[in-house]
């Protein structure tokens, strides 16, 4: 018996050397160690002695496991913590990605819409350039033209050449006895055309305008200032003495089609261009 508690008390003060910074019970294992029951009593003195040891370390190890099991649980919340921040990490890099993504494409759209208006103002660039030089080379013509009409010894050839030229052929047949083409093709051949003229030329160009656009009260309006700055011209060829009143002017015109509008348009812009300032 004797042996047999000395064992039990030995494997506990085992536990208790081994684990030194949680055992505080080491000295009463001590003073059990030094007891020998003689006695029943003494014997029973023993084991509450012995289950008093036993208590204090279920109640340590007990300690010890809710200190691991708080300590798990911290572990586990740090964990999540952990988690969420990583989740959180991957939400930004996943946004800064995205904003990056929509960025490039942003700037890539940019530079697309900048090279295609670029490519868009070259053309157009391009396309006046070459409307210009073909205009320049269809003027040259034209004073060309105005140049043999206005030589003393140009024929009625010359003449009809320019208002061919010109185009103004087409306007006589749309203004019938009017005769504007000729008129325009008169004017341009006097030998110091009078500044008048270029504001008649802009006149009249405003009346065909008008009927282009079906605005048959401006178009009235623009011929009678047509007349009126006939008037104040005093050196007008003798075969562009034929003259109407507005009315029949404004009525001549408006039987002219859409394209015969343009044409005449177009005609009375290069009589502009060589002839005035």
């Known amino acids: 018996m004797r042996c047999e508690l000395k064992r039990l008390l030995r494997r506990l003060k085992t536990w208790c050397k081994n684990h030194p910074e949680h055992c505080d019970f080491l000295d009463d294992i001590e003073?059990?160690?030094?007891?020998?029951?003689?006695?029943?009593?003494?014997?029973?003195?023993?084991?509450?002695?012995?289950?008093?040891?036993?208590?204090?370390?279920?109640?340590?190890?007990?300690?010890?496991?809710?200190?691991?099991?708080?300590?798990?649980?911290?572990?586990?919340?740090?964990?999540?913590?952990?988690?969420?921040?990583?989740?959180?990490?991957?939400?930004?890099?996943?946004?800064?990605?995205?904003?990056?993504?929509?960025?490039?494409?942003?700037?890539?759209?940019?530079?697309?819409?900048?090279?295609?208006?670029?490519?868009?103002?070259?053309?157009?660039?391009?396309?006046?350039?070459?409307?210009?030089?073909?205009q320049k080379k269809d003027d040259d013509k034209i004073k060309k033209l105005i140049k043999n009409a206005k030589s003393n010894d140009a024929g009625d050839d010359a003449f009809k050449n320019l208002i061919k030229g010109m185009g103004l052929d087409l306007l006589d047949e749309a203004t019938g006895n009017a005769k504007l083409g000729k008129i325009i093709g008169g004017i341009l051949v006097v030998k110091n055309m009078p500044d008048c003229a270029c504001k008649m030329f802009e006149m009249l160009q405003q009346a065909v305008r008008a009927q282009l656009n079906g605005q048959d009260l401006f178009r009235y309006v623009f011929t009678n200032e047509y007349l009126r700055q006939w008037n104040s011209c005093a050196n007008l060829p003798v075969f562009s003495s034929i003259m109407i009143g507005a009315e029949e002017l404004s009525e001549a015109i408006g039987d002219m089609s859409k394209a015969q509008c343009r044409k005449t348009i177009k005609a009375l812009d290069q009589a502009m261009r060589v002839q005035c300032k």
């Open 31 to 134: 003073d059990l160690s030094e007891t020998c029951p003689k006695s029943i009593e003494e014997l029973d003195d023993f084991w509450k002695a012995f289950d008093a040891l036993l208590t204090k370390k279920k109640e340590l190890e007990d300690r010890l496991g809710k200190a691991a099991e708080d300590a798990q649980d911290d572990m586990d919340e740090i964990d999540d913590d952990v988690t969420e921040l990583e989740k959180d990490i991957k939400n930004l890099n996943e946004q800064k990605r995205k904003k990056y993504l929509e960025d490039q494409a942003r700037k890539q759209k940019s530079a697309q819409a900048e090279a295609k208006e670029a490519a868009a103002a070259k053309a157009a660039a391009d396309k006046r350039k070459k409307k210009k030089k073909q």
